[in-house]
């Protein structure tokens, strides 16, 4: 991994004297120091924790309530992912995630991407309206939209459908301030001499303004798959059971299925709930944050 | 409401300024070009109409009304949900709780987040992989980390409890029925699930700013306070203004970790903000009307807090 792995900005030599002079700076040493410190400490903060449900998933039920707390599971058990993977039609919900997260994220990637052709490198009127109006929705929260958007899919039929999840979430606002932002950069020269060369307005796209745009293009898709992936208050809204709930929804349905919530297979759950997402992260995290600090929050 | 291409975030050094890529005119063909534009932005903003302007104007109107979600018709009863909404006990406790859960998160997410990045904006090693791993809790499920951390927090046999007994030899408090401790349960969970956002966004803001600026002052022997307020708080500042709005629309708007860790109590409304009484009001007591009320204030609350943010920023850019 490079120093630009997780910022997204390429090293150059420069930068790096201006890091060396700054620590300097504020205080040289002691600076470092408390660099290597706070490093620790937020290590220790954030692996804690997972670390503590990893270990309550393998370990044996008794174990799980016991004080002072076992931090080391003896002996480990694959008992409580049996249990996860059985008790609560683990493998639908999955299923359903994996479903409504391709189709939903591939509608927005595409849509995102001929909204900001169109409203980047096409002439008509109206364009900045329009764009304005499209970048508005990103200030509208999901929870004012909920009530009416209930009662009008309820009213279509299409509570416990995949249709229901997935068409009310599939505009796209900030995928295409993104994505414009991208298709502006690209040298006028080039668009130019492609037009000149004969290429029509979606052989440019695809021939010439979508090639060069493929490290923001991964970047929005990466994030729309990690959002989609997570979404939690509508599907929960829409779905009723493992016909079409997904994965964070199971989560909480498989909370509600034990009186006494029986840790070890919840945690064994939330463990697999986690590791796709986690594991994508980690192989694309550059991109990802690299998409993160170019444009705004919501997918 | 901002537009947010006035806001958008340092991308710092992410090529050369953007040469707007205006087609010449091609001769004799506009209205293909208008037809192909139409064709390719009307499934976009036909979605984005239906199903967030649509319901965004729709939900003023449920507002006025004594709806159940599940009926046909809602009855108009003028301001009566929204004057049954200013006596309403528990929304003091519910204004309250969110003023608290978001004061916190935004406030102590965004300083945690700057200083965890000038920390880590020097060459120490190993600190890809602490980058990395601070940024991780984001990319999980808002439901995984609240299912998480509630076993974490558990009272008897939680980590938190054990590390008490362990190191400091203290009894925790019952965050699970005690309305005060539970907030902070959930306020603490959802900060360890989002720091890495506005630490990535400050040290992208860091790696792109002006070195030099801080050298000079430095040869001008300021000291490191006011090194820190003059001249890198200012250089921050247009981080500071999009990460503010930013942060705090997420942070009002939670609704996972508050649905799995506690579903608004202890005790009643313990950790229930605006948009948690939304979805109470709404789908589990049948008071769909009253639900559309309670989110109609949110909103104007949010265009109210987003205008001013918009005006301070521009007076500190301006003066």
Redesign the interface.
């Known amino acids: 991994?490079t120093?630009s792995?997780?910022?997204?900005?390429?090293p150059d030599e420069s930068?790096?004297r201006?890091?060396?002079?700054?620590?300097a700076?504020?205080?040289g040493v002691l600076?470092?120091v408390?660099?290597?410190a706070?490093?620790v400490a937020?290590?220790l903060?954030?692996?804690?924790?997972?670390f503590?449900?990893v270990i309550?998933s393998i370990k044996e039920r008794p174990d799980?309530?016991?004080?002072?707390?076992q931090w080391w599971p003896s002996p480990p058990t694959a008992d409580g992912y049996k249990a996860a993977t059985t008790d609560i039609e683990f493998w639908s919900y999955f299923k359903n995630s994996l479903i409504i997260t391709t189709i939903l994220s591939i509608a927005k990637i595409v849509?995102?991407v001929?909204?900001a052709?169109?409203?980047?490198?096409?002439?008509?009127?109206g364009?900045t309206i329009?764009f304005?109006?499209?970048?508005?929705?990103?200030?509208?929260?999901?929870?004012?939209?909920?009530?009416?958007?209930?009662?009008?899919v309820?009213q279509l039929g299409w509570r416990n459908t995949y249709q229901g999840i997935i068409?009310?979430?599939?505009?796209?606002?900030f995928g295409?301030?993104l994505m414009r932002?991208q298709?502006?950069?690209?040298?006028?020269e080039i668009?130019?001499a492609a037009?000149l060369d004969g290429a029509g307005?979606?052989k440019l796209l695809w021939r010439v303004v979508l090639p060069m745009s493929w490290p923001t293009l991964i970047a929005f898709s990466i994030i729309t798959v990690?959002n989609e992936?997570?979404e939690?208050?509508w599907p929960?809204?829409m779905s009723d059971d493992a016909r079409t709930g997904t994965?964070?929804?199971g989560?909480?349905q498989l909370?509600n299925n034990d009186g006494i919530?029986n840790?070890g297979p919840?945690?064994a759950a939330?463990v697999l709930?986690?590791l796709p997402?986690?594991i994508?992260?980690?192989a694309l995290?550059r991109h990802?944050?690299k998409g993160?600090?170019?444009?705004?929050?919501?997918g | 409401?901002?537009?947010?291409?006035e806001?958008?975030?340092?991308?710092?050094?992410?090529?050369p300024p953007?040469?707007?890529?205006?087609?010449?005119?091609?001769s004799g063909r506009?209205y293909g070009?208008?037809l192909?534009?139409?064709g390719?932005?009307l499934?976009?903003?036909l979605?984005?109409v239906l199903?967030?302007?649509?319901?965004?104007v729709?939900?003023i109107r449920?507002s006025f009304t004594d709806w159940n979600?599940?009926a046909p018709v809602a009855r108009y009863i003028g301001v009566q949900n929204y004057v049954a909404w200013f006596h309403d006990g528990n929304s003091h406790q519910v204004l309250l709780n969110t003023l608290i859960f978001t004061v916190a998160t935004v406030g102590i997410s965004m300083a945690l987040g700057l200083?965890?990045a000038?920390?880590?904006?020097?060459?120490?090693r190993?600190?890809?992989?602490?980058?990395?791993?601070?940024?991780?809790?984001f990319?999980?499920?808002?439901?995984?980390v609240g299912?998480?951390?509630?076993?974490?927090f558990?009272p008897?046999?939680g980590?938190i409890r054990?590390l008490a007994?362990?190191f400091l030899g203290v009894s925790v408090p019952d965050f699970y029925q005690q309305p005060g401790w539970a907030l902070v349960m959930v306020t603490t969970t959802y900060i360890?699930k989002n720091l890495g956002?506005t630490f990535?966004?400050y040290?992208?803001a860091l790696?792109?700013r002006r070195?030099?600026l801080?050298?000079a002052a430095?040869i001008d022997g300021a000291s490191?306070w006011r090194?820190?307020s003059k001249v890198l708080l200012p250089q921050l500042r247009p981080t500071t203004f999009f990460l503010s709005i930013?942060v705090l629309?997420?942070s009002?708007?939670v609704?996972?970790i508050i649905?799995?860790m506690t579903r608004g109590g202890p005790q009643g409304y313990g950790t229930t903000t605006l948009?948690y009484q939304?979805?109470r009001e709404?789908?589990v007591n049948n008071k769909?009307g009253y639900?559309?009320t309670i989110?109609?204030i949110?909103?104007l609350i949010?265009l109210v807090i987003?205008v001013v943010q918009v005006r301070v920023m521009d007076r500190g850019m301006n003066s």
């Not at chain 1, 990103?138 to 939209?145: D, E, Y």
């Not at chain 2, 806001?7 to 090529?15: E, F, T, Y």
């Not at chain 2, 920390?119 to 120490?124: A, E, G, N």
Request: aromatic share 10%; no cysteine; charged share 10%.
């Open positions: 991994m120093e792995a997780i910022t997204g900005v390429d930068s790096g201006a890091h060396q002079a700054e620590a700076s504020f205080g600076m470092k408390a660099g290597y706070a490093m937020v290590l903060l954030v692996a804690a924790p997972l503590w449900i309550t799980i309530y016991t004080q002072p707390a849509l995102g001929l909204s052709y169109a409203l980047s490198l096409l002439r008509f009127p364009r329009i304005v109006i499209v970048i508005a929705a990103l200030m509208v929260p999901n929870q004012i939209t909920v009530i009416s958007n209930y009662a009008l309820s068409i009310p979430l599939a505009g796209v606002a295409t301030f932002n298709f502006l950069s690209v040298p006028g668009i130019e037009r307005p979606m990690v992936w997570n939690y208050l929960f809204l994965l964070p929804v989560l909480t909370q919530t840790w919840v945690m939330t709930a986690m997402v986690l994508v992260f980690l995290q990802m944050i993160l600090t170019a444009g705004a929050v919501k | 409401m901002t537009a947010p291409p806001i958008s975030a340092p991308a710092p050094r992410s090529g953007a040469p707007v890529g205006k087609p010449p005119r091609r506009p070009e208008w192909l534009a139409a390719l932005l499934p976009n903003l979605l984005l199903f967030t302007y649509r319901p965004l729709d939900n449920l979600i599940s200083a965890l000038m920390l880590l904006d020097q060459r120490l190993g600190r890809n992989l602490v980058r990395s791993a601070i940024f991780a809790p990319v999980i499920s808002g439901a995984a299912l998480a951390f509630q076993f974490v558990d008897n046999f980590m054990d007994d362990r360890w956002y990535v966004i040290l992208a790696q792109g070195a030099d801080d050298e430095e490191a090194r820190f930013t629309l997420n009002v708007q609704f996972d649905n799995v948009v939304v979805y709404t789908f769909a639900g559309a989110a109609t949110m909103f949010l987003t």
